[in-house]
């Protein structure tokens, strides 16, 4: 199955990062030069799924983009340490077995979500953590109180 976006002329003034193949028809501008070209390959997007286990875990700078998948019958806390993610930072956790996935901010940071829940709502709860200021996080998806 194929997917195309089309994108309206537009120029970028910061960097463009594509973290997956690119095609490419048609004439477009690089570096101030006009270029006409036709680039085809095919486009793949793989998240890496990282399993933890275990009664806790603190995340990490490689976290960041990933798919954390917790398959335990025990609860696993998540630390979100202070300083260490880049404004913009998303990790989803998605709760594969029956324990639940807890998170816990260290001291100075922040994690906001509907009605103050920090943990999975069950087996195979996903729940994403966006990062939208420094040290200042937004939980969503299927969690509980």
Known sequence: MS????????????????????????????????????????????KNVNS???????????????????DSSSDTTITIPLNLFP????????????????ISPESGVACYSLN?????AGRYAKITLLQVDLNSWILSGDIAV
């Open 52 to 70: 933890i286990s275990g009664s806790s875990y603190s995340l990490l700078v490689s976290d960041n983009d990933k798919i954390i998948k917790h």
């Open 3 to 46: 997917s195309r976006i089309l994108l309206q002329p537009h120029t970028f003034k910061d960097s463009v990062i594509i973290d997956s193949s690119l095609s490419l028809n048609g004439s477009f501008n690089l570096n101030g030069e006009s270029v006409s070209a036709t680039l085809n390959s095919k486009a793949t997007l793989n």
């Open 116 to 120: 103050e829940g920090l943990k999975s």
């Open 87 to 102: 404004v913009g930072s998303q990790i989803t956790f998605v709760q594969y077995g029956f324990g639940q996935i807890i």
